[in-house]
């Protein structure tokens, strides 16, 4: 069973601090997500990558940067907190081929003060 | 712009009758949707999936329907269970790469 595992589930940051969540999955995935879910809107990407040390932007980038060192690893970075990146955020992987689904972490909520 | 919609927020149903719930879309260019399901503090499970070039897939008590010149999918649970209350979202994949585009959700009750 595939197993993806977000470092926190609970963090509470303050306004302009660098903050860090971690996912790792342990399937051998090549691709990762990031999504952060609120409430009437969605999941939203954020960033993904396909490969180690690559990434891509998706819908809603701004404020936020990723690292794939290792191919199991991938980090989300949110640079300098705002109020409003409060919110739930969702790690995914899955493998390439047509019709292999994403699989999901249990979250991280965060709270910027 | 909302490439993929779920235009109710809420859905409540009796036990054991049967629960629709719908997503329309607007990308011609998707090839692959998803049904995923959301329990309060977990994430989302992979529920069914169908292909485009499929109209129906069915797996136990789900089935989901494509209707392409419409735009238009909906999951089907037959009967429904108080344990299905939860959280539905519709996902699309693009013809490039494997990246999905999310509805809102759909929260379902299923009332004993």
């Known amino acids: 069973d595939v197993k993806v595992t977000q470092s926190s589930r609970y963090l509470v940051k303050r306004t302009g601090e660098k903050v860090f969540l971690e996912c790792v999955q342990d399937?051998?995935?090549?691709?990762m997500f990031w999504y952060r879910q609120d409430p009437g809107l969605g999941l939203r990407l954020i960033y993904f990558?396909?490969?180690?040390?690559?990434?891509e932007k998706g819908d809603i980038p701004e404020g936020y940067s990723v690292s794939r060192e290792k191919k199991e690893r991938f980090s989300l970075i949110l640079e300098s907190a705002s109020t409003n990146q409060t919110s739930m955020y969702l790690c995914?992987?899955?493998?390439?081929?047509?019709?292999?689904?994403?699989?999901f972490g249990d979250g991280t909520r965060l709270s910027i003060l | 712009d909302q490439q993929v919609k779920q235009n109710s927020p809420s859905l409540s149903v009796q036990e054991g009758r049967i629960s629709i719930l719908n997503c329309d879309y607007t990308?011609?260019?998707?090839?692959?949707f998803l049904w995923y399901k959301k329990y309060p503090a977990e994430g989302p499970t992979f529920l069914i999936s169908?292909?485009?070039?499929?109209d129906k897939n069915e797996d136990g008590r789900f089935t989901v329907f494509l209707n392409k010149s419409a735009k238009h999918l909906s999951l089907h649970i037959v009967p429904s269970q108080p344990g299905d209350s939860a959280v539905y979202f519709c996902?699309?994949?693009?013809?490039?790469?494997?990246?999905?585009?999310f509805g809102e959700g759909t929260q379902l009750t299923v009332n004993p």
């Open positions: 990308n011609s260019m998707f090839d692959y």
């Open positions: 996902a699309a994949r693009g013809t490039s790469g494997s990246r999905l585009t």
């Open positions: 169908i292909s485009s070039i499929k």
């Open positions: 399937m051998d995935h090549e691709n």
């Open positions: 990558s396909y490969d180690v040390k690559m990434k």
């Open positions: 995914a992987s899955s493998l390439t081929q047509v019709g292999q689904p994403q699989h």
